[in-house]
């Protein structure tokens, strides 16, 4: 059984970090790429960042250089580190493995809240 388990979210001040994480349980991770994706009230679901299961990350636009994907492949998790935190960056973040091989392996995480405010 393949699960994606979100951890790290919360409430924190503009301008302030957190650090996500999305556990896999039951695929080869290392074969996985691996993303995270938003979705705001009232908005389509986006993609923030993903990395490759050799590690090469790529991010949205509108990330701006303040957040930071990384792996572990040997805990099986993946990480999402935000910097400098604005309100519009409120939403439901959400864990993505997509086999790199078969494209037919998709698994969606839970996903976590985090909430910009003050």
């Known amino acids: 059984q393949v699960q994606l388990v979100e951890s790290g979210g919360g409430l924190v001040q503009p301008g302030g970090s957190l650090r996500l994480s999305c556990e896999a349980s039951g695929i080869s991770f290392s074969l996985y790429r691996m993303g995270w994706y938003r979705q705001a009230p009232g908005k389509q679901r986006e993609l923030v960042a993903y990395?490759?299961?050799?590690?090469?990350?790529s991010y949205a636009e509108y990330v701006d250089g303040r957040f930071t994907i990384s792996r572990d492949n040997a805990k099986n998790t993946v990480y999402l580190q935000m910097n400098s935190l604005k309100p519009e960056d409120t939403a439901i973040y959400s864990c993505?493995?997509?086999?790199?091989?078969?494209?037919?392996?998709?698994?969606w995480g839970q996903g976590t809240q985090v909430t910009v405010s003050s």
């Open positions: 993505n493995a997509n086999n790199q091989f078969v494209a037919s392996l998709r698994f």
């Open positions: 990395i490759t299961g050799g590690g090469s990350p």
